[in-house]
């Protein structure tokens, strides 16, 4: 009840193609789905967020797709850049005995080629 | 920009041996976390700090873990006896207030290694 899917496990994608990683959801009390980058030997960094009313939100090169009825939230990196290369990982806030809580998912290690 | 900071970046221990893990949060920020990232795992709560008082835990967050805020400042965990399986990645993060809106800000880390 209380896990965030994600997938896929690694991507690897060509400078200037788009990255796409998936995460899916049980607890629909959840009402919090940030996104986040990690670089190796860093802690993660938040890159964007969403919350369950809104079912799209873009930042630059970043969106966040959202759907709710299918307990569903994708993030999509236009124009990849070796830059990107990273791990990415979805989570999840709230809930009804959850609180503040963090739920990661697995991560997303992206590697984008030059 | 402010930063949580966290000391120190490593640490080797020996089994059994107590470790206290020090985090300083973005000075402004009401709510604490600690959080844990076996490698090559997923990141996972362990408890979450307000008001000077645990305010939600997880069940990783056994006996053997305490935190404190000794001061205006720093946030701690302290893991009392250690175990092999204790070694990972511990992050601390913080947020300004406790709105369940607000973006968790992580520091870069302290890498525990039991031996």
């Known amino acids: 009840q209380q896990q965030v899917k994600q997938s896929p496990q690694s991507l690897i994608v060509q400078k200037g193609g788009i990255s796409i990683i998936n995460c899916a959801y049980e607890?629909?009390?959840?009402?919090?789905f940030p996104w986040y980058q990690q670089f190796p030997g860093k802690g993660p960094a938040l890159l964007i967020a969403i919350r369950p009313d809104v079912s799209e939100k873009k930042e630059g090169r970043f969106t966040i797709s959202f759907n709710k009825s299918a307990k569903q939230f994708s993030l999509h990196i236009m124009d990849s850049q070796p830059g990107d290369s990273a791990t990415y990982f979805c989570a999840a806030r709230g809930g009804e005995t959850s609180g503040s809580r963090l739920t990661f998912g697995e991560g997303t290690q992206l590697t984008v080629n030059p | 920009e402010p930063e949580v900071t966290q000391t120190p970046s490593h640490q080797v221990t020996q089994m059994g041996q107590e470790v206290i893990l020090r985090c300083v949060p973005i000075?402004?920020?009401?709510?604490f976390y600690w959080y844990r990232q076996i490698l090559g795992q997923k990141v996972e709560f362990l408890v979450s700090f307000y008001n000077n008082e645990i305010s939600e835990k997880s069940e990783i967050f056994d006996d053997q873990f305490s935190v404190e805020r000794p001061d205006g400042s720093n946030f701690t965990l302290k893991i009392r006896s250690t175990k092999l399986e204790d070694s990972a990645m511990y992050f601390c993060?913080?947020?300004?207030?406790?709105?369940?809106?607000?973006?968790?800000?992580f520091g870069p880390g302290t890498r525990l290694l039991v031996l």
């Open positions: 000075s402004n920020h009401l709510y």
């Open positions: 607890n629909t009390a959840f009402d919090y």
């Open positions: 993060a913080s947020t300004p207030q406790g709105n369940l809106q607000e973006t968790q800000y």
